[in-house]
Nanobody
Framework: QVTLVESGGGLVQDGGSLRLSCVAL???????????MAWYRQVPEKQRELVAT???????EYADSVKGRFTISRDNSNKKIYLRMNNLKSGDTGVYYC??????????WGQGTQVTVSS
């Protein structure tokens, strides 16, 4: 069953911008505000890496590689999170996944959206 749906990926030139969105679809997200949300990315033959997190309390953290360029935000009333990505570089290329987590429910993943940055 689909739980999280990402959108907004695409092909962009070096230095360009994209905004990714993720919406939580299932009833398990009826209390969306309690979930810690995050964006991860993955490239072939590498482990999935954490890009940015925003907790249920609103605490935000970023990977060092994206600090100052990416902004994560959430809209609890619409069960969405976003990732604004500016000054994109070729190293940002990958499949971006949305993640939702609580200790009680565990972790859920979306199916991913491809971001390709051309130099």
């Amino acid at each position: 069953q689909v739980t999280l749906v990402e959108s907004g990926g695409g092909l962009v030139q070096d230095g360009g911008s994209l905004r990714l969105s993720c919406v939580a679809l299932r009833k398990i997200f009826s209390v969306f505000v309690t979930y810690d949300m995050a964006w991860y990315r993955q490239v072939p033959e590498k482990q999935r890496e954490l890009v940015a997190t925003i907790t249920s309390a609103g605490t935000i953290e970023y990977a060092d590689s994206v600090k100052g360029r990416f902004t994560i935000s959430r809209d609890n009333s619409n069960k969405k999170i976003y990732l604004r990505m500016n000054n994109l570089k070729s190293g940002d290329t990958g499949v971006y996944y949305c993640s939702a987590y609580t200790p009680e429910m565990g972790r859920y993943w979306g199916q991913g959206t491809q971001v390709t940055v051309s130099s």
